[in-house]
Nanobody, 123 residues
Framework: VQLQASGGGLVQAGGSLRLSCAAS????????MGWFRQAPGKEREFVAG????????WYTDSVKGRFTISRDTDRSAVYLQMTSLRPEDTAVYSC?????????????????WGQGTQVTVSS
């Protein structure tokens, strides 16, 4: 599975960005997709996840109500719509394919990773 993320950039606080992740290869062997982020000096953290089949979604508490994850099964693509962005959302965002059973919140359940895309929110 190959993943290609795009859509990052620089935005002012309160603004919006939409990240995209295009998946190719054996995506049928994956349960779903997740977005993670890593800020300088911090560990990578789960942001949002979505199951391919049911479209069920999961979010970390800090982005609930502001971020929306969605998937397009025909295109094998996943999107992260980010609104009301805050300076603390600044990070490198990466998409990942979940191939193991278990929680979408657990990074070890993801095997394939796309390159990161930088999101910078200025105050």
């Amino acid at each position: 599975v190959q993943l290609q993320a795009s859509g990052g950039g620089l935005v002012q606080a309160g603004g919006s960005l939409r990240l995209s992740c295009a998946a190719s290869g054996r995506t049928a062997h994956t349960y779903g997709m997740g977005w993670f982020r890593q800020a300088p000096g911090k560990e990578r953290e789960f942001v949002a996840g979505v199951a391919w089949t049911a479209g069920t979604t999961w979010y970390t508490d800090s982005v609930k109500g502001r971020f929306t994850i969605s998937r397009d099964t025909d295109r094998s693509a996943v999107y992260l719509q980010m609104t009301s962005l805050r300076p603390e959302d600044t990070a490198v965002y990466s998409c990942a394919a979940k191939v193991y059973r278990g929680s979408y919140y657990t990074i070890a359940n993801y095997k394939y990773w796309g390159q990161g895309t930088q999101v910078t929110v200025s105050s």
